[in-house]
C-alpha cells in the first residue's frame, strides 16, 4: 500500500476540482503554509499530522476511514516513513518560525495566550531549553531519565540553531496578552527538583538551570513593570486566580487565524482559519480575563507579591533554607 503522505495527497487530488487540481495549491490555502512547507509533505519529508488529515477529511465532506482508505483488508501502516523524534522537534520549530515571520511582517497582528507552562522555545536559556528538549525526548520514548544524564545528552546543532531563530523571531512581534497561571514558575521548578532527585540532573546543572531562571524572571519583571520588551514590542499580563488547564495560544493576523492549544506538553494541535472555533476559543479568552487581575504597568502590592514569590521559589532550588528579603 501507498505510504500516508502519498495516500493523503492523491486523495486531495481526486477531490479538487478538475480547474485546480494542484496539491500545492490546496494546502497553502487551507493551512496558510508555506510552498516550501507543503513541498516538504508531498516529499515525504513531513508527514501529515493526524489533525490535518481530520481537517481534510471534513473539507472534502469524507470520513477519515475513507480518507486514508483503512477499510480494506490490509492494515494501514501509519507509521510508515516517520521521521526521528529529533527531526520531528525541529519540524516543529521550523514551524513556529515561519508563522512568527508571517505573523512580524503582517500589517495587523494579535496575539492572545493562556500559559500555564513557560514557552522556552522562543525564550533564551540554553539549559532550559535543553530541558524541554529533553522532555520531549523523552515523552516519545527516546531517552530514559533513569539511566541516561542530563549532562550526557547533546542538542543537535541544527536544533540549537533553530532555537536561537525562533528566539529573535518571538522578539519581534507586538500586540501580545497573556493570562498567566500562578503557578507558572513552580510547574518548572517542580520539574527541576523531582530530576534532580531522580538524579538526571546534576547539582551543577541545578546551580545553571536557576541562574537561567533569575535572568528569565529579570525578563519578566520589566515586562510586567513597561509593558513592552526589549525590541518595544507590547505585552499585557493578567495573572489568573485559578489553574489554567493548558497552554493555547491565538494568532490573528492579515484575515488569517491559528490556534493552537496544548492538549500534551510536548506538541500542539493546531485548527487553521476555523473562524467558528476562534470566536468560541476568544470568548474563552475573555472569560480567563474575568477572573483574572491585570498586573502589567501596575505598581501595586500584587505584583510585587508575586515576583517575590517567583524569586523565592527559585533561590531555593539551591538554598532551601534561605530567606530573601524583597523590596
Known amino acids: 500500500m501507498q505510504n500516508f503522505n502519498a495516500r493523503v495527497i492523491e486523495e486531495i487530488v481526486k477531490q479538487s476540482p478538475k480547474n485546480d487540481k494542484n496539491p500545492v495549491n490546496y494546502l497553502t490555502r487551507v493551512f496558510s503554509m508555506s510552498k516550501e512547507t507543503a513541498y516538504r509533505r508531498i516529499r515525504n519529508q513531513i508527514p501529515f499530522s493526524i489533525e490535518e488529515v481530520v481537517v481534510i477529511a471534513k473539507h472534502f465532506n469524507l470520513s477519515v476511514d475513507e480518507m486514508l482508505d483503512l477499510n480494506s483488508c490490509e492494515s494501514y501502516p501509519l507509521n510508515k516513513g516517520l521521521m526521528e523524534p529529533a527531526d520531528i522537534y525541529s519540524n516543529l520549530l521550523k ?195 474575568r477572573n483574572s487581575m491585570l498586573i502589567t504597568k501596575t505598581t501595586d502590592i500584587y505584583q510585587i507579591e508575586i515576583l517575590k514569590n517567583i524569586y523565592q521559589q527559585i533561590l531555593e532550588l539551591t538554598n532551601p533554607d534561605l530567606k530573601y528579603e524583597f523590596y
Open 95 to 289: 514551524d513556529s518560525i515561519e508563522l512568527m515571520e508571517k505573523l512580524a511582517v503582517s500589517s495587523q497582528m494579535k496575539i492572545t495566550a493562556a500559559l500555564n507552562m513557560i514557552p522556552f522555545r522562543v525564550l533564551p536559556g540554553k539549559l532550559l531549553f535543553k530541558l524541554d528538549y529533553c522532555n520531549y525526548m523523552y515523552s516519545v520514548g527516546k531517552i530514559s531519565m533513569i539511566s541516561t544524564q542530563f549532562s550526557d545528552i547533546e542538542v543537535p546543532a541544527v536544533v540549537d540553531q533553530l532555537h536561537d531563530k525562533s528566539v529573535a523571531c518571538f522578539n519581534r512581534l507586538n500586540n501580545i496578552t497573556c493570562i498567566i497561571d500562578n503557578m507558572l514558575f513552580t510547574n518548572i521548578i517542580k520539574k527541576i527538583h523531582y530530576y534532580h532527585r531522580l538524579r538526571f540532573i546534576s547539582k551543577e546543572d541545578v546551580e545553571i538551570l536557576q541562574a537561567e531562571l533569575f535572568e528569565l524572571l529579570d525578563i519578566y519583571e520589566g515586562l510586567l513593570r513597561t509593558g513592552k520588551n526589549s525590541a518595544g514590542s507590547g505585552y499585557l499580563f493578567y495573572c489568573s486566580f485559578f489553574n489554567l488547564e493548558s497552554n493555547m495560544a491565538f494568532f490573528e493576523y492579515d484575515n488569517n487565524s491559528f490556534l493552537k492549544f496544548w492538549v500534551c506538553p510536548e506538541s500542539p494541535l493546531v485548527l487553521k482559519n476555523n473562524h467558528q472555533i476562534g470566536d468560541i476559543q476568544n470568548r474563552w479568552f475573555e472569560s480567563k480575563m
